[in-house]
Protein backbone atom coordinates (compact mmCIF):
# COMPACT_ATOMS: atom_id res chain seq x y z
CA UNK A 1 0.00 0.00 0.00
CA UNK A 2 1.72 3.11 -1.34
CA UNK A 3 1.47 5.81 1.27
CA UNK A 4 -1.56 8.64 0.52
CA UNK A 5 1.06 11.62 -1.26
CA UNK A 6 2.14 12.29 -4.69
CA UNK A 7 5.69 11.70 -4.14
CA UNK A 8 4.92 8.01 -3.68
CA UNK A 9 5.29 5.86 -5.96
CA UNK A 10 7.32 2.36 -6.96
CA UNK A 11 10.23 1.23 -9.33
CA UNK A 12 9.62 -2.58 -9.96
CA UNK A 13 13.21 -2.79 -11.27
CA UNK A 14 11.74 -4.43 -14.27
CA UNK A 15 10.50 -3.70 -17.79
CA UNK A 16 8.00 -6.57 -17.90
CA UNK A 17 8.52 -6.50 -21.85
CA UNK A 18 8.43 -10.24 -22.67
CA UNK A 19 5.28 -9.88 -20.74
CA UNK A 20 3.83 -7.30 -22.30
CA UNK A 21 4.79 -8.65 -25.70
CA UNK A 22 1.70 -11.40 -25.64
CA UNK A 23 -1.50 -11.92 -23.60
CA UNK A 24 -1.55 -10.63 -19.53
CA UNK A 25 -3.57 -9.02 -17.02
CA UNK A 26 -2.98 -5.95 -14.87
CA UNK A 27 -5.02 -5.47 -11.95
CA UNK A 28 -4.87 -3.43 -9.01
CA UNK A 29 -6.74 -1.79 -5.98
CA UNK A 30 -7.01 2.01 -5.86
CA UNK A 31 -8.61 4.73 -3.84
CA UNK A 32 -8.73 8.10 -6.03
CA UNK A 33 -8.65 11.02 -4.27
CA UNK A 34 -10.37 12.09 -7.10
CA UNK A 35 -12.53 10.39 -9.32
CA UNK A 36 -12.15 12.93 -11.96
CA UNK A 37 -9.18 14.79 -11.85
CA UNK A 38 -7.50 18.33 -13.27
CA UNK A 39 -4.50 16.10 -14.87
CA UNK A 40 -4.46 12.77 -15.82
CA UNK A 41 -3.55 10.00 -12.70
CA UNK A 42 -1.13 7.37 -13.99
CA UNK A 43 -1.59 4.25 -11.39
CA UNK A 44 0.78 2.10 -13.32
CA UNK A 45 3.00 2.98 -16.62
CA UNK A 46 6.01 3.37 -18.50
CA UNK A 47 7.08 4.90 -21.67
CA UNK A 48 10.31 4.76 -23.59
CA UNK A 49 10.21 7.18 -26.47
CA UNK A 50 13.72 6.42 -27.16
CA UNK A 51 13.88 2.78 -28.33
CA UNK A 52 11.00 1.43 -30.13
CA UNK A 53 8.53 4.61 -29.16
CA UNK A 54 6.52 1.90 -26.54
CA UNK A 55 4.04 3.34 -23.56
CA UNK A 56 1.66 1.37 -21.07
CA UNK A 57 -0.42 3.39 -19.61
CA UNK A 58 -3.23 2.29 -17.08
CA UNK A 59 -4.89 5.51 -15.56
CA UNK A 60 -7.77 8.29 -14.50
CA UNK A 61 -8.73 10.48 -17.07
CA UNK A 62 -9.89 14.13 -16.90
CA UNK A 63 -13.50 12.82 -17.31
CA UNK A 64 -13.28 10.95 -14.72
CA UNK A 65 -13.22 7.38 -16.97
CA UNK A 66 -10.67 4.61 -16.56
CA UNK A 67 -8.85 3.95 -19.46
CA UNK A 68 -5.72 1.48 -20.89
CA UNK A 69 -3.39 2.75 -23.73
CA UNK A 70 -0.68 0.13 -25.39
CA UNK A 71 1.56 1.84 -28.10
CA UNK A 72 3.83 0.10 -30.23
CA UNK A 73 6.56 1.64 -32.70
CA UNK A 74 4.16 4.67 -31.62
CA UNK A 75 1.10 2.75 -33.03
CA UNK A 76 -1.15 3.95 -29.85
CA UNK A 77 -4.07 1.90 -29.10
CA UNK A 78 -6.51 2.78 -26.42
CA UNK A 79 -9.04 1.08 -24.27
CA UNK A 80 -11.45 3.91 -22.62
CA UNK A 81 -14.68 3.45 -20.93
CA UNK A 82 -17.64 4.49 -22.74
CA UNK A 83 -19.00 6.74 -19.51
CA UNK A 84 -17.47 8.32 -16.39
CA UNK A 85 -16.30 5.45 -14.41
CA UNK A 86 -16.22 7.68 -11.42
CA UNK A 87 -17.02 10.89 -9.55
CA UNK A 88 -16.11 14.13 -8.88
CA UNK A 89 -14.26 13.93 -5.10
CA UNK A 90 -13.45 11.06 -2.98
CA UNK A 91 -13.64 7.85 -3.97
CA UNK A 92 -13.80 4.38 -2.24
CA UNK A 93 -11.66 1.59 -3.02
CA UNK A 94 -12.07 0.04 -6.38
CA UNK A 95 -10.62 -3.12 -7.97
CA UNK A 96 -9.38 -2.39 -11.76
CA UNK A 97 -8.23 -4.59 -14.52
CA UNK A 98 -6.95 -4.20 -18.04
CA UNK A 99 -6.96 -7.51 -20.19
CA UNK A 100 -5.01 -7.34 -22.80
CA UNK A 101 -5.86 -10.67 -25.01
CA UNK A 102 -3.61 -11.00 -27.87
CA UNK A 103 -5.36 -14.11 -29.56
CA UNK A 104 -8.60 -11.89 -29.68
CA UNK A 105 -6.49 -8.31 -30.73
CA UNK A 106 -8.78 -6.31 -27.84
CA UNK A 107 -8.32 -5.23 -24.44
CA UNK A 108 -11.03 -5.03 -22.01
CA UNK A 109 -11.23 -3.14 -18.81
CA UNK A 110 -12.98 -4.20 -15.64
CA UNK A 111 -13.95 -2.08 -12.75
CA UNK A 112 -14.77 -3.69 -9.41
CA UNK A 113 -15.36 -7.06 -10.85
CA UNK A 114 -17.66 -5.81 -13.64
CA UNK A 115 -16.36 -5.36 -17.53
CA UNK A 116 -16.96 -1.85 -18.65
CA UNK A 117 -18.47 -0.67 -21.93
CA UNK A 118 -15.48 0.82 -24.36
CA UNK A 119 -16.27 4.08 -26.13
CA UNK A 120 -16.76 3.60 -29.77
CA UNK A 121 -13.30 5.57 -30.57
CA UNK A 122 -10.74 4.05 -28.01
CA UNK A 123 -12.24 0.30 -28.25
CA UNK A 124 -9.35 -1.35 -27.92
CA UNK A 125 -9.19 -2.93 -30.96
CA UNK A 126 -5.74 -4.62 -31.18
CA UNK A 127 -6.06 -5.61 -34.60
CA UNK A 128 -3.58 -3.02 -36.44
CA UNK A 129 -0.44 -3.48 -33.62
CA UNK A 130 2.12 -5.85 -33.34
CA UNK A 131 2.63 -6.72 -29.57
CA UNK A 132 5.39 -8.81 -30.15
CA UNK A 133 7.36 -5.71 -31.34
CA UNK A 134 6.91 -4.14 -28.07
CA UNK A 135 9.96 -2.77 -26.86
CA UNK A 136 11.16 -1.38 -23.58
CA UNK A 137 14.19 0.18 -21.86
CA UNK A 138 12.25 2.00 -18.81
CA UNK A 139 11.51 0.22 -15.49
CA UNK A 140 7.38 0.25 -14.92
CA UNK A 141 6.13 2.49 -12.46
CA UNK A 142 3.51 2.11 -9.53
CA UNK A 143 1.83 4.76 -8.60
CA UNK A 144 3.33 7.00 -11.45
CA UNK A 145 4.43 6.44 -15.27
CA UNK A 146 7.81 6.39 -15.94
CA UNK A 147 8.11 8.35 -19.03
CA UNK A 148 11.60 7.81 -20.30
CA UNK A 149 13.22 7.29 -16.88
CA UNK A 150 11.94 10.53 -15.29
CA UNK A 151 8.20 10.26 -12.98
CA UNK A 152 4.98 11.98 -14.22
CA UNK A 153 1.60 11.61 -14.15
CA UNK A 154 1.39 10.67 -10.63
CA UNK A 155 -1.43 8.88 -9.04
CA UNK A 156 -1.47 10.87 -5.49
CA UNK A 157 -3.41 8.44 -3.79
CA UNK A 158 -3.68 4.69 -2.38
CA UNK A 159 -2.81 1.65 -4.25
CA UNK A 160 -2.40 -1.91 -3.38
CA UNK A 161 -2.36 -5.56 -4.47
CA UNK A 162 -1.06 -4.76 -7.67
CA UNK A 163 -0.45 -8.29 -10.00
CA UNK A 164 0.66 -8.76 -13.59
CA UNK A 165 -0.20 -12.21 -14.72
CA UNK A 166 1.29 -13.46 -18.14
CA UNK A 167 -2.16 -15.02 -19.37
CA UNK A 168 -5.57 -13.56 -20.08
CA UNK A 169 -8.07 -14.08 -16.55
CA UNK A 170 -11.79 -14.64 -17.98
CA UNK A 171 -14.57 -12.57 -16.24
CA UNK A 172 -15.36 -15.40 -13.86
CA UNK A 173 -11.30 -15.55 -12.18
CA UNK A 174 -11.71 -11.47 -12.17
CA UNK A 175 -15.22 -11.50 -10.67
CA UNK A 176 -13.72 -14.05 -7.85
CA UNK A 177 -10.71 -12.02 -7.36
CA UNK A 178 -12.95 -8.93 -6.39
CA UNK A 179 -15.33 -11.03 -4.85
CA UNK A 180 -12.89 -12.98 -2.32
CA UNK A 181 -11.72 -8.87 -1.58
CA UNK A 182 -14.60 -6.55 -2.07
Request: proline fraction near 3%; avoid cysteine; hydrophobic fraction near 35%.
Given at each position: NLPDDSSSY????????STFRDSYTISAWIKPDDGDPASVETFIGQQDTTEDNSQIYFQITTDAKLEFQYQVEATTIKATDASATY???AESWHYVV????NTANQIYLYN?????TLDGTNDGDLGS???SAY????NLFIGALNNDGSVSQAFPTKIDEVAIY???LSAGDISALYS???
Open positions: VNTGRTFQNDGAVVNDGEPLLDLGMAQNKVAKG
